[in-house]
């Protein structure tokens, strides 16, 4: 490989909060995600050529000036600390809707720290990205949360709390379970979402959403199903949002009623995810997709196992 060839990486989707655990748990999806293409340049600093569509052509909404781009503030973050002097170039690939709340700045982050450290000299473990991709994320949603960068860069169920971070802890999922996602053709900020959040909640709100989290790790764990769906809940925060999403209550309606374990918003919506038997999969994305229909929504959905590969490199040349 020389000094101007590129190198490709790739970042899934993922489901922020995973209903039950606000800004503490994700979960990666696979079949969409974001690419970034790096590499060495002799002008020092960070320069995006192009950000792009998943069809190749310039996108029409995002900025390249690296100043407002989660996935060259990542790159930097990564470049600088590593004490480099000469520069990088990046082209971003979008393939995730903006402001859809299946983890778009942060998949865009992680497969620009993926890309940049395949030019190291002395490549870092993943672990050690962590840090470099949150800043990235940081930059986009106002707060410092990990649960979609995460999975996105390790893949599968991570439990990230931000007491922990930048430790996180893979967890194991059960098995014959399958998350469903759909995304209906609207668009949610999470930095606005996120301020209309209130600031104090009550001991009965604590002590509950504390329990259900519990109840739901334990589950994944131990691989309950049962338990699993009588825990995936979210009563502190999925009130506070549901009304900006208006075809929440009828796509979660009909996911329950298609026997899905659980329905919430994915990270600050507008997507809305579900976890159910994998047998039932197809019909649950079906029941979610005619809930956005019979509203009035278009809408997209996939399919994924709950162990979805995180951010790899694809290609170097
Ligand atoms: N935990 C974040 C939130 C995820 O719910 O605001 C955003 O995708």
């Not at 994944?220 to 199903?225: A, M």
């Amino acid at each position: 490989m020389s000094d101007t060839d590129f190198i490709t990486a790739f970042a899934p989707a993922s489901i922020g909060n995973v209903g039950v655990g606000f800004d503490m748990l994700g979960l990666a999806i696979a079949g969409t995600g974001d690419w970034v293409s790096a590499r060495r340049s002799d002008e020092r600093g960070v320069r995006i050529i192009e950000v792009q569509e998943i069809s190749g052509e310039v996108h029409p909404f995002l900025s390249s000036n690296t100043d407002e781009n989660t996935a060259s503030i990542a790159a930097i973050s990564l470049w600088d600390a590593e004490g480099n002097d000469s520069g990088i170039e990046l082209i971003v690939k979008k393939g995730i809707p903006l402001q859809s709340g299946m983890g778009s700045s942060a998949a865009s982050a992680v497969a620009a720290v993926v890309a940049v450290n395949g030019l190291l000299d002395n490549p870092l473990e993943k672990a050690a990205l962590l840090i470099h991709a949150l800043a990235g994320e940081k930059f986009a949603s106002g707060g410092l949360h990990a649960d979609n960068v995460a999975p996105s860069l390790f893949g599968g169920m991570v439990l990230c709390p931000q007491v922990l971070l930048p430790d996180t802890v893979q967890l194991a999922v059960p098995e014959g379970i399958s998350s469903v996602l759909v995304h209906p053709e609207l668009q949610v900020n999470t930095a606005e979402s996120r301020k209309g959040l209130a600031s104090g909640y009550s001991m009965h709100q604590w002590l509950t959403q504390q329990g259900f989290l519990a109840g739901f790790i334990a589950a994944c764990e131990q691989g309950d199903v049962e338990l699993l769906g009588r825990c995936l809940r979210d009563e502190v925060i999925e009130p506070q949002r549901a009304a900006s999403v208006p075809c929440f209550g009828e796509v979660q309606k009909a996911a329950m009623n298609a026997e899905a374990l659980g329905c919430s918003l994915s990270g600050s919506g507008p997507s809305i995810f579900a976890l159910c038997r994998d047998a039932n999969a197809a019909n649950v994305a079906m029941a979610m997709e005619q809930g956005c229909r019979k509203l009035g929504y278009e809408c997209e959905s996939w399919i994924s196992p709950l162990n979805a590969p995180g951010a790899e490199i694809e290609t170097r040349k």
